[in-house]
């Protein structure tokens, strides 16, 4: 049970969480007297303590890393993000796209914002330096991987080196999946945690925050605390600042919760309202791709999980309906992805000898993603995410990165490939991947949940920084971009509420 009030209480320690009570805590004094702020971090999943040191990793952790999904509540990860301190962090395969610059202007255009290249570089250069972002090395490279870049790059199309965010990575290929790396080698938020801890933050782990307290005052709000739950007891941590940092699906539930929120909520009362809290999500529409087998090998089976290039592809300078291919191709694969592949006998003796001779060497995919569709995804009445909006464009670009990696992989000799005229269903039931949005940052309350400066247009004294606020899902995945958006955020938290 909490026994003290804090100047600041962060919820959930993931990707955001870490990196806002490290910074703040470090650059951030209380005003009026610049005593150390007082901050909890709070988080419903377990803390696994223990320094972090890339390439070796702790004890603790090393101890309760498994590579069976769903094997530790732990290490699960879905939509709505990881249970554990470091969160999706520990298991995101730590791809690193940080923002382009059509990113910046969809992001001004979208809800004017002054989010531009030359504020978030110091965000950025941040995020570079800590998570390590870098090109993957060449000699970790496959032979799929440069096949894939020499033939399109004759096919006219312009390629690009992956780059990741690693450090002392031995490529085991065990981080393919939503597994933890269990040597920290894979860039996370622990250093932050580290660096937080020794800042004197209290990290509140196995603590469910059940409500956000918020206080009515005509049509606005005051928030004042939160109301929590661990194994013990139910109880209340008293805080002059609340920050929200819990995720795109788990902060926007969170508010509706604690009576912030649309009218329509289909929960408990909402209080203070605002109708945008749980709508104008964007991310990636999941689209099919394709996959083909070879007569040679396209690894060595000695690396795993490394990517190799990828393409950006527009038809129209205002990067709408952008596609994004990347190849993957040798990299290896666990057994039960390796015989369950399509291309794989069902049984007996072929089966046998697939198995043996590592057959799963000879197979690959391109997998279109495409981020500025038309459509959105909103959390409805009870909570769930549905997807609406003008579905046609999507429609007709999946249909093309279809026939871009169709000709690709035609064209780097495959054997067999799999049909380039695969649906693409894109209804209310559609998923997504690096969902952003749900509480987007914007210079009009009619339209947004927080100011540029991350403060709530409605309740005073609440603050949100996390993938939720972002106005449009990025070019690539969104792990390095929130993360520079964190830090940029928790840089303006400071300079309008904790300088001397």
């Known amino acids: 049970m909490a026994d003290k009030t804090y100047d600041i209480a962060i919820v959930g320690a993931g990707f955001s969480g870490p990196i806002l009570a490290a910074n703040i805590a470090e650059k951030g004094v209380k005003q009026g007297t610049g005593d150390r702020l007082r901050i909890a971090l709070v988080e419903a999943g377990p803390h696994m303590e223990g320094t972090h040191r890339p390439g070796y990793g702790a004890p603790v952790r090393r101890r309760r890393i498994t590579n069976l999904v769903g094997g530790d509540p732990a290490f699960h990860w879905d939509d709505g993000g990881a249970r554990v301190v470091g969160g999706s962090s520990l298991h995101w395969q730590a ?78 290929g065990f981080c393919a999946g939503a597994h933890m790396c269990r040597y920290d080698a894979r860039s996370s938020t622990l250093g932050y945690v580290d660096k937080a801890l020794k800042l004197g933050v209290d990290i509140l782990a196995g603590t469910e925050v059940e409500r956000v307290l918020i206080e009515p005052t005509g049509k606005r709000g005051v928030a004042s605390g939160l109301i929590c739950r661990n194994a013990e007891s139910t109880y209340a941590i008293p805080a002059d600042h609340i920050i929200m940092a819990c995720g795109f699906r788990k902060t926007p539930l969170l508010l509706m919760r604690s009576g912030y929120g649309p009218p ?9 309202v605002n109708p945008n809290i749980g709508k104008h999500i964007d991310g990636h529409p999941r689209i099919p791709g394709i996959s083909a087998i070879f007569d040679e090998a396209l690894g060595d089976g000695l690396v795993g999980s490394v990517r190799g290039y990828f393409i950006i592809h527009d038809d129209r300078p205002d990067g709408l309906g952008r596609l994004l291919l990347r190849a993957d191709l040798g990299g290896g694969a666990y057994p039960q992805t390796t ?55 999507v429609v007709r670009r999946a249909r093309e990165g279809l026939e871009i990696a169709h000709g690709i992989l035609t064209e780097m000799g495959a054997r067999e490939i799999t049909s380039k005229d695969i649906p693409a269903r894109i209804n209310s039931a559609t998923r997504g991947s690096h969902l952003v949005g749900s509480c987007r ?14 403060e709530s247009h409605d309740v005073d004294n609440l603050y949100i920084c996390d ?13 390095t971009p929130q993360a520079a958006v964190t830090v940029f955020g928790a840089a303006r938290i400071v300079e309008r509420h904790f300088q001397r």
Not at 447 to 452: D, E, L
Request: charged share 25%.
């Open 441 to 454: 940052a914007g210079t009009d309350p009619g339209t947004s949940v927080v100011n540029p400066y991350f």
């Open 467 to 479: 993938a939720s606020v972002i106005p449009r899902v990025t070019t690539g995945n969104t792990g």
């Open 339 to 393: 015989a369950l592949n399509r291309f794989a006998p069902e049984f007996g003796q072929a089966h046998k000898d697939w198995m043996k001779n590592k057959g799963i060497l000879r197979t690959g995919s391109l997998n279109p993603s495409m981020a500025k569709a038309k459509g959105r995804w909103s959390f409805d009445p009870r909570g769930n995410l549905v997807y609406s909006g003008d579905h046609s464009m």
């Open 95 to 172: 791809s690193a796209f940080l923002p382009y610059p059509i990113d910046y202007v969809h992001w001004q255009e979208e809800t004017g914002v002054d989010w531009t290249p030359d504020k978030l570089r110091p965000g950025v250069e941040e995020t570079r330096r800590e998570f390590n972002v870098h090109e993957y090395p060449e000699e970790e490279n496959t032979r799929g991987n440069r096949l894939f870049n020499e033939v399109a790059t004759r096919m006219g199309y312009q390629t690009f080196r992956q780059q990741g965010a690693r450090r002392n990575c031995i490529y085991c």
């Open 264 to 272: 329509e909520w289909g929960g408990n009362p909402i209080t203070v």
